[in-house]
């Protein structure tokens, strides 16, 4: 799930700091830098997040990048870099190339602009509003408890709402 903010580390790796730190202390100060440095950038020590372990699974993987456009530019060149070749570098450890490449699929509500380099990457499939008996159906299943009129006067108010030009016409989500 992107989110502003997001960054790197959040998305790829990061470093267990806490764990680190308390090997150090158990180490007493008597090795090296260099010994301790190699001691605490180990697997032992890496925090896995959702891209990293989409690539070093071996099962084949289905990777979902919802809401893309929410994300700092940032990501998306790290996105874009990890998609492009499958591996990804982490300096202490070295390469980690996919075994099996996941399937990748990458939504955008169009908050903003994705960068052309990522979206020449992908294949394109707009998903449009329901038509109103559809969405009615919607209504009935996620809102059960709601009045027959109710429902049918809301969906046929949301229907409306989004042939007015609206900087952000409502979704489905709204209609609930």
């Not at 032992?44 to 071996?58: D, N």
């Not at 449009?128 to 299943?141: C, F, H």
């Amino acid at each position: 799930q992107c989110y502003e903010g997001l960054d790197e580390a959040r998305a790829l790796y990061e470093w267990n700091y806490k764990k680190q730190l308390l090997r150090i202390q158990a180490s007493g100060g008597e090795a090296s830098w260099s010994e301790t440095h190699d001691d605490i950038f180990t697997e032992e020590f890496l925090l896995t997040r959702p891209l990293l372990g989409a690539i070093r699974r071996e099962d084949p993987t289905v990777l979902l990048v919802d809401e893309v456009d929410k994300t700092d530019v940032e990501v998306e060149g790290l996105l874009l870099e990890v998609l492009s070749d499958f591996q990804v570098t982490i300096p202490e450890l070295g390469t980690v190339r996919a075994a099996e490449p996941p399937i990748v699929v990458v939504t955008s509500n169009r908050t903003r602009e994705v960068h052309d380099a990522l979206k020449r990457r992908c294949l394109y499939h707009w998903v449009g509003y329901p038509e109103a008996s559809r969405e009615l159906e919607i209504v009935r299943a996620r809102r059960p408890k709601a009045a027959e009129a109710l429902a049918r006067e809301v969906v046929l108010f949301v229907q409306a709402l989004r042939g007015i030009d609206l900087y952000k016409a409502p979704g489905v989500a709204e209609t609930l």
